[in-house]
């Protein structure tokens, strides 16, 4: 029989979470697959639907008032901490395996994004792409989704912020090349680890970390604003890694830098807790014990102002050897602001091109 502490490659979540919005759930009876109904390494299902909305307005005090979208629901990526797992069960999935084996892709999107920006009482503030699941996951290099709803942006002159962790979006460095210029785009590149190994546990199917530096100096080569976020930081697994992965940053380019805390909400603290037993065995209640140290003694953390950042002894040396390694690298780069007044509305059909 196979031990079932065995970390199974290639994804990140190791079971399927029980829905909250699910008074019932399919469970394996017998190790030995009697009652087997999932295989946790079945291909991806891309579910096609076309959308009624692609911008969602988000008012939250820890990010300001902006817009997100998202042309993906779920992601193959599969990094085990993140906080948009949650969000799957509202399109009735779970947090586990169903959120990166389950994709739902959004294949109007760009025309939506169009009928949007049409609108009169259309109000000019950034979109930030990806504000919950990765726009450049794997399926987007044949989908092309983004790059469109990419085209409709450099269209209409409107302010974007993206943030992904694939090499992918190098694809679209021509299209960033042009609203960089107009100080319409900043990027950021999701960097957790400065080690392939502890890459390969935490997001699987994510581009190398050496393929995100050659990410970083491709896009700052360009000119184009390139922020990193060294996140999510879990004591005990990557938190001594912030100076060399502000080294390596700022040797190709980057303009600045961001962190968060690690923080599992609702089903993700039943994934993740899964996970780091299988993963890391030796020290899981370590992890564990640390990171309810920075969140007042529970995974759970939603308190505004103290959530991406923690709290408590752990969370404040974490502070410290962020900014300490940021101001001895990063010191005197600049990241322009995203202008808002360019924005035009088509008189002449553009909208037909979408």
């Known amino acids: 029989m196979e031990d079932n502490n065995e970390l ?4 990140g979540a190791q079971m399927q979470a029980k829905s909250r919005f699910h008074a019932q759930e399919i469970v394996q009876e017998h190790m030995e697959g009697i009652d087997e109904i999932t295989d946790i390494n079945t291909p991806t299902q891309y579910l ?3 959308a009624k909305q692609i911008v969602n307005k988000v008012d939250s005090p820890d990010i300001g008032l902006a817009y997100s979208m ?6 193959e990526h599969g990094c085990i901490y993140c906080y948009a797992r949650n969000s799957h069960e509202y399109w009735g999935y779970n947090a586990g395996i169903d959120f990166e084996k389950k994709i739902i892709v959004k294949r109007n999107a760009a025309s939506v994004l169009a009928k949007t920006f049409e609108k009169p009482n259309w109000e000019v503030l950034p979109i930030m792409f990806s504000g919950n699941t990765d726009c450049y996951q794997p399926i987007e290099r044949k989908l092309q989704i983004t790059r469109n709803m990419l085209q409709v942006i450099a269209t209409y002159k409107h302010p974007v912020g993206m943030i992904t962790k694939n090499h992918l979006i190098t694809r679209d460095i021509d299209i960033l090349k042009e609203l960089a210029a107009q100080q319409l785009v ?6 957790t680890s400065a080690r392939d190994e502890i890459r390969q546990k935490l997001e699987p199917r994510a581009s190398a970390i050496s393929q995100r530096l050659k990410t970083v100096e491709a896009l700052a080569k ?8 060294i996140a999510p930081i879990i004591p005990g697994i990557n938190h001594h890694e912030i100076p060399q992965i502000m080294k390596q940053i700022a040797d190709a380019g980057a303009s600045s830098a961001a962190y968060t805390i ?5 089903s993700i603290g039943v994934v993740f807790e899964d996970w780091i037993r299988k993963a890391y065995p030796d020290r899981a209640d370590k992890v564990l014990n640390q990171i309810k140290e ?16 923690g709290q408590g002894n752990i969370a404040a040396s974490i502070h410290d050897l962020f ?3 940021r101001k001895k690298y990063l010191s005197g780069r600049e990241y322009p602001p995203l202008r808002t007044d360019l924005f035009v509305r088509s008189n002449k059909g553009q909208l037909g091109l979408f």
Do not use: A, W
């Not at 199974?8 to 994804?11: C, D, L, Q, V």
């Not at 998202?70 to 992601?75: A, E, K, L």
């Not at 920075?294 to 950042?309: A, I, K, P």
């Open 8 to 11: 199974i490659k290639g994804r």
């Open 48 to 50: 096609y639907e076309n």
């Open 70 to 75: 998202n042309p993906y629901q779920g992601c």
């Open 186 to 191: 900043h990027v950021s590149i999701s960097i």
């Open 222 to 229: 360009e000119n184009i604003p390139v922020n990193v976020m």
């Open 262 to 266: 690690v923080r599992l909400n609702g």
């Open 294 to 309: 920075c969140h007042g003694g529970t995974l759970n953390d939603s308190r505004f102002s103290t959530r991406m950042r």
């Open 323 to 325: 900014y300490v390694s």
